[in-house]
């Protein structure tokens, strides 16, 4: 089986479908993605499709809703986690500064501030709320 995003037209992940290998033809990736896209338009309607792996052996994460599809890196992306952060050639999201190489805390992005915010490790107990 194989697995297809359905992209809106900002290339935004709405929906992934199914597709039996009885579907997917033979032969080589796009062979297999053109066949998989026809049976996905024929099931579900026009649209864009692409293909996804849930071992994310290509094409960066496995495809979910509201993931975006990159057709510059053919990858699919996680949200831009903050303003600032920018896309590097792998389909990750870097932050304008590293984060600090502590292992004795959390680190926690600022956006406003721009920097690391260094919280202990574990967090207090009192932090936590119980009901």
């Known amino acids: 089986m194989a697995y297809f995003a359905r992209l ?9 479908f199914i597709v039996g290998d009885e579907h ?11 066949a998989g896209m026809a049976r ?9 499709y ?3 792996c849930k071992q994310n052996r290509f094409r960066g994460h496995f495809a979910g809703i509201g993931l975006m599809y ?5 990858r699919f992306i996680v949200p831009q986690p903050f303003a ?13 500064i590293d984060m ?3 292992a004795t805390k959390r680190h926690i992005w600022n956006e406003d501030t721009q920097e690391w915010i260094s919280v202990p490790w574990p967090l207090h107990p009192d932090l936590f709320m119980f009901g």
């Not at 996905?40 to 864009?48: A, F, K, L």
């Not at 600032?84 to 932050?95: A, K, R």
């Open 8 to 16: 809106d037209d900002n290339n935004i992940v709405t929906g992934v």
């Open 24 to 34: 997917c033809g033979g032969g080589n990736f796009l062979a297999r993605e053109q």
């Open 40 to 48: 996905c338009i024929e099931e579900n309607g026009p649209g864009t």
């Open 50 to 52: 692409k293909i996804t």
């Open 70 to 74: 990159d057709e510059n890196l053919d």
């Open 84 to 96: 600032s952060w920018t896309l590097n050639e792998q389909g990750s999201w870097n932050p304008p």
């Open 100 to 102: 600090p190489n502590d």
